[in-house]
Nanobody, 120 residues
Framework: QVQLVESGGGLVQAGGSLRLSCAASGSIFSINAMGWYRQAPGKQRELVAAITSGGSTNYADSVKGRFTISRDNAKNTVYLQMNSLKPEDTAVYYC??????????????WGQGTQVTVSS
């Protein structure tokens, strides 16, 4: 089994910054891709940013130039540096990891979510 533990959410004023962290633990051989998704009330969950084990990244257009995703493979941890935050960034942010087990199977795991609230 695998657990993803998220931290770093909170309340911040527009223009401020937050750094989210997500650490994976458990039965892990390797992690292919890790990413951050977010969901606001009444909206569908959307991809914010993703990163592969090799360092390739992908961002939603709405966050390009403001957010930066990174990872520490040795610690099975992914980060999301969020700068120039806007009220529309307010959402619950979920960590996702594509985990390869010791048996060669791959599964998607999700964190419990962390609230990010940006005030005007």
């Amino acid at each position: 089994q695998v657990q993803l533990v998220e931290s770093g959410g909170g309340l911040v004023q527009a223009g401020g910054s937050l750094r989210l962290s997500c650490a994976a633990s458990g039965s892990i051989f390797s992690i292919n891709a890790m990413g951050w998704y977010r969901q606001a009330p009444g909206k569908q969950r959307e991809l914010v940013a993703a990163i592969t084990s090799g360092g390739s990244t992908n961002y939603a257009d709405s966050v390009k130039g403001r957010f930066t995703i990174s990872r520490d493979n040795a610690k099975n941890t992914v980060y999301l540096q969020m700068n120039s935050l806007k009220p529309e960034d307010t959402a619950v942010y979920y960590c996702n990891a594509e985990v390869r087990s010791w048996f060669g199977n791959e599964y998607d795991y999700w964190g419990q979510g962390t609230q990010v609230t940006v005030s005007s």
